[in-house]
């Protein structure tokens, strides 16, 4: 699988769109994108993943550029309770490929 | 519905000893991985199972094993613990093997002395 770089830390004020770089320069054509966020002392939940095609759901939007060497989250009012670490991944999905979290980035939500 | 489970919540040993610690899957799930969280560290994959059989490793020793079960629930063993395995030992499921959404249980906290 493919790595990823992630900054450590963001800070966002309430209110205002988080957004999460990740770089995957190294990404395989059939390797997906995903994202999971970890609150503290709580496990990993997912938040979305996606090939190429820019995605969208109840939590939050996957952008990935069209050489799809990088890809940002975005958060698009984030609150106190979205304060947490998020970890990009990117693996090749139905198969036996070994996968790694990396780091992540915490967020930081402030008033 | 119930969500992924783990026992126990803290597990302290002593180096040299074997820790057990066990996962059940959400009902129907088929699938179940176990992830390493030392502390500062990201999480690390550790094993995943799916229909009782193991279909892939992280990169870790022969020291850490696991098994399925026919009902889908889950054993992480670890056996001959150091201090560096003191770490948060989380369990996910999954109703594929796809991984395209896994849902994590709270985890076991492992303390080795």
Known sequence: DAKTTQPPSMDCAEGRAANLPCNHSTISGNEYVYWYRQIHSQGPQYIIHGLKNNETNEMASLIITEDRKSSTLILPHATLRDT???????????????????????????? | EAGVTQSPTHLIKTRGQQATLRCSPISGHTSVYWYQQALGLGLQFLLWYDEGEERNRGNFPPRFSGRQFPNYSSELNVNALELEDSALYLCASSSTGTWDEQFFGPGTRLTVL
Do not use: N
């Open chain 1, 84 to 111: 947490a670490v998020y970890y990009c991944i990117v693996r090749v999905t139905g198969t036996a490929s070994k996968l790694t979290f990396g780091t992540g980035t915490r967020l930081q939500v402030t008033l």
